[in-house]
């Protein structure tokens, strides 16, 4: 699954799932909706902010991955603030409704490419099942099925590693 992306810029996800607030900052900084101003410290000092976290915190009490984590030194590459979806979208809502509306169609990308990943693997177990069918209708059918096997495999193989990202918690 590609990584979510908003004015070529690349947001990164921490090990629980969450989204990096500052490459969201870049990203409307580069897209010329953000400004200084809409630093994702801003954004959390926000008494509305803080009810959201407190309403996703209950909400994911049962998980334990807190809605924000925010992590300073140590590695560049892994510094951030890193939030939930829902707060992704209020971030972006905050910075104005263009800037939301980019947001909202990234994640609907992302989303769409990976249903067509699971409508090719169900259209790929049709192939191999009426490959089956066909093999046990004679020896002939049965060796073209042999043939057939490899490529199944292959392109089994090559889609669930395409869909196996998508199965991490968002």
């Known amino acids: 699954m590609k990584p979510l992306t908003i004015s070529s810029t690349a947001i990164r996800q921490d090990t629980e799932g969450r989204y990096c607030l500052n490459d969201l900052h870049r990203a409307g900084m580069a897209r010329g909706t953000a ?35 925010i992590i300073k030194g140590g590695d560049a590459a892994v510094q951030g603030t890193f939030v939930s979806r829902p707060l992704v979208y209020a971030y972006a809502m905050w910075i104005n409704a263009d800037f939301h509306l980019d947001v909202i169609e990234a994640f609907d990308t992302i989303q769409t490419a990976s249903l ?39 392109e089994r193989l090559s889609l669930e590693s395409q869909i196996q990202p998508t199965l991490l918690p968002h």
């Open 35 to 69: 400004t200084k101003h809409h630093r994702p410290g801003e954004f959390l000092r926000r008494k509305e902010t803080q009810e959201l976290i407190a309403a996703a915190a209950k909400r994911c009490a049962d998980s334990r991955i807190d809605p924000v984590a």
């Open 116 to 154: 067509g990943l699971w409508q090719q693997m169900q259209a790929l177990i049709a192939r191999e099942v009426e490959s089956k069918v066909r093999a046990s209708f004679g020896s002939h059918l049965m060796l073209e099925r042999k043939r057939e096997i490899p490529s199944f495999r292959h």
